[in-house]
């Protein structure tokens, strides 16, 4: 801070710091210890100006712009209360700290399990479905001892409806969603149980439980589905054919992930009162995954070679249903809680 002067009365002194801070010059008033009154300017850059501006005081103190700047002044200092306030309340955490995560987000917990238990059946996804019955029940695709006439259809044609949709038009529904609890390998559950419980629990915390299972049941079925259907040269998942099974290998919680992304990076953006908050880190990670796995060849990026050993049109489809279900009559209800 910067010394630009003395008035004799706080009044005086006061008046000028209010009419300097419509001005955008921050000012301090302190005794000067000679029944006098110090203004300190905060901001170098405001210096020479507020050095004018008391000199201008000096001369008519007593001037309208004066009288009226105090009533400004003040409506700027509660303006900037309220900012303060509503930042503390956006990094709030969604819950009491006291409390355990199964109090808080008893679904983002259950989610978790599931997945643990399932990679514990399944031996991380580990390629011995011949004899994993839970591999069997969760895959998108699961046909024992196909008919000759789906063997064909796969021989020729594998993009067909017929083979991507084999156990769909078989009635077994369930399957749009069950592959998001199966994972392979230590690292990819891992990776998706850390973002499930970040990124779950503040939605959980914050909306309720009913709101995060409409956005995990429909962006699971929602991002399976689009990745089991668009065509194998684009990225899309084609079910395998063995001895006496067809069945698909899909699988994890990262369609889901970027949902719930999706749906608190919106209603961060455009919706002052979520108390929703994302680290810059964080948008820059999530987004920078997507793309990086989309046109990366060495992980079977949707535009390189080798398409489809990452499930990238899951991950863009979740994320587009997060944002779609931020910006819905639903979402914004859900956001007024």
Known sequence: MRLIGSLPSESAADSLAAYLLTQSIECQVEPDGEHGFDIWVKDEDGFEQAKRELETFRSDPKAEKYRKAVAEAKKIQEAAV?????????????????????????????????????????????????????????????????????????????????????????GELWRTMSPIFYHYGPFHIVFNMLWLAYFGRMIEGRYGTLCLAMIV???????????????????????????????????????????????????????????????????????????????????????GGDAGRVANWAHGGGMLMGLLLGLSPIGKRLSKK
């Open 82 to 170: 309220s900012r303060q306030k509503q930042y503390q309340k956006n990094i709030q955490s969604v819950g009491p700290v006291q409390k355990g995560i199964f109090e808080t987000a008893p679904l983002t917990v259950v989610l978790i399990l599931i997945c643990v238990i399932v990679a514990a059946l399944t031996e991380f996804g580990a390629d011995k479905y011949d004899d994993r019955a839970v591999a069997r029940a969760l895959q998108f695709v699961a046909v024992d001892t196909p008919s000759e006439q789906l063997q064909q259809a796969w021989q020729t044609n594998r993009d067909s409806m017929e083979v991507r949709l084999a156990s769909i038009y078989r």
């Open 217 to 303: 049941v429909f962006s699971a079925i929602f991002s399976t589905v689009l990745q089991c259907v668009v065509p194998a040269s684009v990225g899309g998942s084609v079910p395998m054919l063995y001895t006496d099974l067809l069945i698909s290998h899909l699988g994890g919680m990262s369609g889901v992930n970027y949902a719930l992304f999706g749906f608190i990076w919106f209603r961060m953006l455009y919706d002052p009162n979520s108390r929703m908050f994302l680290p810059q880190t964080t948008v820059i990670i999530m987004i920078g995954y997507l793309f990086y796995c989309m046109l990366s060849p060495q992980i079977g990026g949707t535009f």
